[in-house]
């Protein structure tokens, strides 16, 4: 059973890391590549992917504290014993984290809507 185990375990990483290209890369190369009157993007150090990866890294930090917030705030919920003043500070962390995942996630479909639907 150990085996099974270890072996998943080994496994899982590697079928998370076989994913597809961040879909904002290819919307920004798509946006960036077709406009203007004589532009021809063949590098990779280019506008539009140096803005899709500082985006994506931004995104993913984003995503990381906000993660790392929740676990926080639940093992302050779990660990308060009774005692409200805690269990009302984690209530605060959780919601004011809510809230920043919401305003980012807003501001990313706002950009989305804007530059995609709009300029494309």
Do not use: C
């Amino acid at each position: 059973m150990l085996a099974v185990g270890l072996m998943v375990a080994l496994a899982v990483p590697q079928m998370i890391l076989a994913e597809p290209n961040f879909p904002a890369l290819q919307t920004i190369d798509n946006i960036a590549s077709d406009k203007g009157p004589y532009v021809k993007i063949t590098d990779n150090n280019a506008l539009n992917v140096i803005i899709g990866t500082v985006i994506s890294i931004g995104l993913g930090l984003i995503g990381i504290i906000f993660l790392v917030l929740m676990i926080y705030a639940g093992y302050n919920w779990m660990t308060a014993s009774g005692d409200e003043e805690k269990v009302s500070k984690a209530k605060t962390i959780i919601i004011q984290s809510v809230i920043g995942i919401i305003i980012v996630v807003g501001a990313y479909a706002a950009w989305r809507f804007i530059f995609v639907r709009l300029l494309y």
